[in-house]
């Protein structure tokens, strides 16, 4: 069996986009238990003037770094035969290229935690 | 949304952290979770070498092979990846309208602002690729099951998009693959020739050349294909001709004798027609067998034949590189079964093509192998062997 991977052709495809990768330690949950994320705020991203983010999740921050990845991911598509376009390609399914991601922003240090020892409201 | 987070709302969180939005730059963004997440069943993410996604972005087209036992690869034209999953503990977040620092910022006098980013989906696996040799056992195994036997039965056969169906390789090592053993390509499809057939055809020219004491390095291509285009179809002789007549000669349009090739075949020919024999048999029956210019010797038989020299009298056997099983223990496995020690020379050819630039035969072996030394000379034997 043989399964094409390639990046989308001509204007009705899907043109390749803009991704960016965020990596960090652990996962996102919501503290409520809601599994629908949808919409859901997490947190506010920020740059010092020397260029190094900082993530602050509810009481946490983040402190990381700006990576550019030696190897490229590339984030594809399955598409079923079903497309209009696939008559060039007689295989059942095919894979689209949406976006080659080359950076990303690492956060791999454990989160601080953020101790409010000022009494003050926010 | 719901609210709108405003730049006062972030800049008390900032001074709530004891960060100074000073030292921050002008930009700071509100992530959420994206209102239209990606169909995580249908995305996958691959890392591969930025020449292989440029290559993509070029309107290359890559392609996954395998039947659905197999392990997948994924090939280039001309090059062949293991494709592998790889798992991390770590969150993959898939940022749509993400800004990374830009060090013109700094220089841009803007009062703080706010910008949007949302998380697409997040991955915790994703598909890693690796240069691996052509998966091609099963390309003899598929064509041998029709051999063509003679050029007035050409049903059998298989076209190259056929084999590129089923044989885990791309298209360029695939095209390499058949001009290295006894293929020929009649009418669009290619065929493995019987060797019985091989044989016959071989044997035109060598005693076409023998009976008109021609120069072995001078066999002029047009001479002797039109001598014996009334035997069998021109196509099918050039290509046995231009297998086995493979270098220019000195003449015009004349080529020169592979002797290596000729004598090869005529070892394994002889080594097919029987289960094991007498190495001084063999060798002087394989000598006469070829034509008088040629010399015979083993090396030429290193990875077809398996000589053990431990019986008495030492005996020759056909064992062929190509029918070993591809991952590396399997194969140790049976080598170590069929000898228990080798030296690295010896085993060489039958495991040459497992190995890597990273990974060469001695390394393999001391990874895979023991290695012991019995009177100064360097064995190996397997791993958990007596």
């Known amino acids: 069996m043989q399964i094409f991977l390639r990046a989308p052709s001509g204007p009705e495809e899907d043109a390749p986009r803009d991704w960016a990768l965020l990596e960090m330690q652990g996962d996102l949950e919501s503290r409520i238990g809601d599994l629908n994320m949808s919409e859901k705020f997490i947190g506010d991203l920020h740059y010092t003037k020397a260029g190094v983010p900082v993530l602050i999740i509810g009481h946490h921050i983040l402190y990381g770094k700006v990576q550019q990845l030696d190897k490229p991911l590339v984030a594809m598509r399955k598409v079923s035969q079903n497309d209009e376009h696939m008559e060039a390609y007689p295989t059942q399914t095919e894979y689209l290229v949406q976006a080659i991601i080359e950076k990303k922003l690492l956060f791999k240090t454990r989160p601080k935690p953020i101790i409010a020892n000022v009494a003050k409201k926010i | ?82 494709v592998k999953e790889a798992e991390t503990s770590n969150s993959l977040l898939i940022m749509d309208r993400l800004e990374f620092p ?36 099963r390309l003899f195994d598929h064509m041998k099951q029709s051999p063509l036997a003679s050029s007035s039965d050409l049903t059998s056969g298989s076209s190259l998009s056929q084999l590129l169906k089923c044989i885990q390789c791309s298209e360029n090592e695939l095209i390499q693959a058949l001009a290295q053993v006894p293929t020929v390509q009649l009418e669009g499809r290619w065929f493995y020739l019987e060797p019985d057939f091989r044989m016959k055809l071989l044997m035109y020219f060598t005693n076409y050349v023998e009976m008109n004491a021609w120069d072995w390095d001078n066999v002029v291509r047009e001479d002797i294909l039109e001598m014996l285009t009334t035997f069998e179809p021109r196509n099918l002789l050039e290509q046995i001709f231009d297998y086995y007549f493979d270098s220019p000669g000195s003449k015009p349009g004349a080529f020169k004798m592979n002797r290596a090739k000729v004598a090869r075949f005529h070892g394994e020919y002889l080594l097919e027609s029987g289960s094991a024999f007498a190495l001084a048999d063999f060798q002087k029956m394989w000598q006469q067998s070829v034509p008088e210019c040629l010399t015979t010797e083993l090396t030429l038989l290193q990875d077809i034949s398996l000589v053990d020299r431990e019986s008495a009298p030492p005996l020759i056997k056909i064992f062929r590189e190509r029918d070993l099983p591809e991952n590396v223990q399997e194969r140790l496995a049976i080598l170590f079964r069929e000898k228990e020690k080798w030296t690295v020379e010896e085993m060489t050819p039958f495991v040459e093509k497992l190995t890597s630039a990273k990974l060469n035969v001695n390394a393999l072996l001391t990874k895979y192998a023991r290695a012991s030394k019995i009177n100064g000379v360097k064995y190996f034997g397997a791993k958990h062997g007596k």
Do not use: W
């Not at chain 2, 001074?15 to 209102?35: G, I």
């Open chain 2, 1 to 82: 949304m719901t609210l709108e987070r405003t730049i006062e709302d972030i800049d008390k969180v900032v001074l709530h952290a004891k960060l100074d939005p000073e030292d921050l730059m002008p930009q700071s963004q509100v992530l959420h979770f994206d209102s239209n997440p990606l169909d995580l069943t249908q995305l996958r993410l691959v890392e591969m070498e930025p020449t292989l996604a440029e290559g993509l972005i070029q309107g290359q087209i890559l392609t996954f092979r395998g039947q659905d036992q197999d392990s997948l690869v994924l090939c280039t034209q001309d090059q062949t990846f293991d």
């Open chain 2, 102 to 137: 830009r060090p013109t910022a700094l220089t841009e006098v803007k009062p703080r602002h706010v910008a949007q980013s949302s998380v697409l989906g997040v991955f915790h696996r994703y598909l890693e690729l690796k240069p691996c040799q052509p998966r091609l056992k």
